[in-house]
């Protein structure tokens, strides 16, 4: 009986997606907290216009325009709090 209860409190604690040890994850040099890492599953669009007026859509490239992991976290629409895309280093 207690090893099943051991069990069930520690599976969970391994099971755990920590965005850190995604391989998509940019560590913060100016911030030792996680949670301020940038996720590069989750670049950031923008509008571009071009000279016909013609609108197009494109992902951007740079770290400045990447998500913060917390809002990627945040929303089930990206990684969500179970961590959908989630890939170990």
């Not at 998509?24 to 000279?51: A, E, L, V």
């Amino acid at each position: 009986m207690k090893l099943t209860i051991v069990f069930l409190l520690i599976v969970p604690i391994f099971s755990f997606k920590k965005c850190s040890n995604c391989k998509h994850f940019i560590k913060n040099t100016k911030s030792t907290i996680f949670n301020f890492g940038k996720c590069k599953m989750f670049p950031k669009t923008k509008d571009i216009y071009s000279t016909n007026d013609k609108k197009e859509t494109v992902k951007t490239k740079t770290i400045e325009d990447m998500y913060y992991c917390s809002t990627a976290r945040e929303y089930s629409s990206m990684c969500g709090v179970e961590g959908k895309w989630y890939q170990p280093k």
